[in-house]
């Protein structure tokens, strides 16, 4: 089944640490995003990719940091300058730039805590 | 800017409707409507583009008013599996307008 993987499903990083989250997907997606998640705040766009070897900053990017090398993986890594990443983090792709054909798919996220 | 939803929260009994509202300050090419359950990821409902269109989905349809800047989700004889937080989300006309989400609307529905 064709999907996204998002691991770990949990993560706990002590202060200073920085953490790489999963993406994963098999859809042949050109597009893939990061965003986090807080209560009450919706979805707010860390980074995106529309095709490989290229991403762009979205609305929160300072503190994070993201490479494109292949189609299917779109990692996010959260660094020590990231003051407050304790979220739940979702990653998303969509067949085109804008998801005007089927929308996005989402993984089933990653919730980090910082200890 | 981020699009208003409205209402925050609505608690439903089965059987009952009710409607969600998305508006946006900026003009509107495309809006997305997602339901995610706690925990989970958030699933693709709809998109509408501008033109007025409306949208069924089983009982679950939408409505989009580009000259309001604004859509409508309409549940009807809502069931316990609609529970759960609507968002929409708003897209501009070019491939660098992002979409951009909506802070959700939490809809319980009990027996």
């Known amino acids: 089944d064709g999907g996204i993987t998002q691991s770990p499903k949990y993560l706990f990083r002590k202060e200073g640490q920085n953490v790489t989250l999963s993406c994963e997907q098999n859809?042949?997606?050109?597009?893939m995003y990061w965003y986090r998640q807080d209560p009450g705040q919706g979805l707010r766009l860390i980074y995106y990719?529309?095709?490989?070897?290229?991403?762009q900053k979205g609305d929160i990017a300072e503190g994070y940091s993201v490479s494109r090398e292949k189609k299917e993986s779109f990692p996010l890594t959260v660094t020590s300058a990231q003051k407050n990443p304790t979220a739940f983090y979702l990653c998303?792709?969509?067949?085109?730039?804008?998801?005007?054909?089927?929308?996005?798919?989402f993984g089933s996220g990653t919730r980090l805590t910082v200890v | 800017q981020q699009p208003v939803q409205s209402p925050q929260a609505v608690i439903l009994r089965e059987g009952e409707d009710a409607v969600i509202n998305c508006s946006s300050s900026?003009?509107?090419?495309?809006v997305h409507w997602y339901r995610q359950k706690h925990g989970e990821a958030p699933v693709f409902l709809m998109i509408?583009?501008?033109?007025?269109e409306q949208k069924g989905h089983d009982k679950i349809s939408a409505s989009f008013n580009e000259k309001k800047q604004q859509s409508s989700l309409y549940l009807t004889a809502s069931q316990l599996s609609y529970s759960g937080t609507y968002f929409c989300?708003?897209?501009?006309?070019?491939?660098?307008?992002?979409?951009?989400f909506g802070p959700g609307t939490s809809l319980s529905v009990i027996p």
């Open positions: 998303a792709s969509s067949i085109d730039a804008r998801g005007l054909r089927y929308g996005y798919t």
């Open positions: 859809l042949n997606h050109d597009a």
């Open positions: 990719s529309q095709i490989v070897n290229d991403f």
């Open positions: 900026k003009a509107l090419y495309s």
């Open positions: 509408l583009l501008k033109g007025g």
């Open positions: 989300g708003t897209g501009g006309k070019t491939s660098y307008d992002k979409v951009i």
